[in-house]
C-alpha cells in the first residue's frame, strides 16, 4: 500500500490543524494505520492509531482528549484532528499502516511496514 500524507502546516498555539493520510494499493478496509511524529533532534514517536474492523483506537498520552484519529473506509483516507496544538506539538508527522497490528503493538513502529512521507506540522507559541 502507498500512503500519501497532507495538511501540514503553520498553527498558533491552541489553534487546530487536520492530517489526511490516503492510501491506494492495497484493500484499505484491512489495514491498520497510524500517526507517529518526530521533532528535531529527537526521535521518533507514537501519536496514534486506529485498527481495521471495528475501528479501535489508541492513542500517547500527551495527545489524548486533544487529537483525534479517524478512518474512512469508502475514501480510502485516515485522518488526524488536532486541536489545542501546543509548541511541543511540532514535528513531522508520519502515516504509517500494516494488516498484522495486534492491540499490544498499535504504539510500536515496528508494527508498521508502511509509511508515508511525511508532513510538517509547526505550532508557534
Known amino acids: 500500500v502507498q500512503l500519501q500524507a497532507s495538511g501540514g502546516g503553520l498553527a498558533q498555539a491552541g489553534g487546530s490543524l487536520g492530517l489526511s493520510c490516503a492510501a491506494s494499493?492495497?484493500?484499505?478496509?484491512?489495514?491498520?494505520f497510524a500517526w507517529f511524529r518526530q521533532a528535531p533532534g529527537k526521535e521518533r514517536e507514537f501519536v496514534a492509531a486506529?485498527?481495521?474492523?471495528?475501528?479501535?483506537?489508541s492513542y500517547a498520552d500527551s495527545v489524548k482528549g486533544r487529537f483525534t484519529i479517524s478512518r474512512d473506509n469508502a475514501k480510502s483516507t485516515v485522518s488526524l484532528q488536532m486541536n489545542s496544538l501546543r509548541p511541543e506539538d511540532t514535528a513531522v508527522y508520519y502515516c504509517?499502516?500494516?494488516?498484522?497490528?495486534?492491540?499490544?503493538?498499535?504504539?510500536?513502529?515496528?508494527?508498521?511496514?508502511?509509511w508515508g512521507q511525511g508532513t510538517l506540522v509547526t505550532v508557534s507559541s
Open positions: 504509517a499502516a500494516d494488516r498484522g497490528v495486534i492491540t499490544s503493538s498499535m504504539s510500536m513502529a515496528r508494527a508498521y511496514d508502511y
Open positions: 494499493g492495497g484493500t484499505f478496509r484491512d489495514y491498520s
Open positions: 486506529i485498527k481495521r474492523y471495528g475501528g479501535a483506537t
